[in-house]
């Protein structure tokens, strides 16, 4: 198993960047491909990102294509998302997975795939 808990959300200007880190827990962290996403109020919850166990493949939304990144540090347990050029549509919680499934070469947008949660950090971009 692994447990998440995700850190550096605030309040930032439009054009702002951020770089969110998502900690890990447990002896398994470099196994599971991991991803990003994100839940604005009342709307569900959206992938950003995902990346690969070991760090080579990554894979985006369309929407934040070129403005994010995903990267990883399985020696430290810890995965990062780069926010650049934030937009207020950007505002949302976001959370950190891990795929369920142990050593999969997919990587996944469905929520329904991953199995592990962090409890979110709030990003709010004012205009």
């Known amino acids: 198993q692994v447990q998440l808990v995700e850190s550096g959300g605030r309040l930032v200007q439009a054009g702002g960047s951020l770089r969110l880190t998502c900690a890990a827990s447990?002896?398994?962290?470099?196994?599971?491909?991991m991803g990003w996403f994100r839940q604005a109020p009342g709307k569900e919850r959206e992938f950003v990102a995902a990346?690969?166990?070991?760090?080579?493949?990554?894979y985006y939304a369309d929407s934040v294509k070129g403005r994010f990144t995903i990267s990883r540090d399985n020696a430290e347990k810890t995965l990062y998302l780069q926010i650049n050029n934030l937009k207020p549509e950007d505002t949302a919680v976001y959370h950190c997975?891990?795929?369920?499934?142990?050593?999969?070469?997919?990587?996944?947008?469905?929520?329904?795939?991953?199995?592990?949660w962090g409890q979110g950090t709030q990003v709010t971009v004012t205009s």
């Open positions: 997975a891990a795929d369920s499934s142990i050593g999969t070469s997919s990587l996944r947008a469905e929520p329904r795939f991953y199995g592990y």
């Open positions: 447990g002896r398994t962290f470099s196994a599971y491909n």
């Open positions: 990346i690969s166990w070991i760090g080579g493949s990554t």
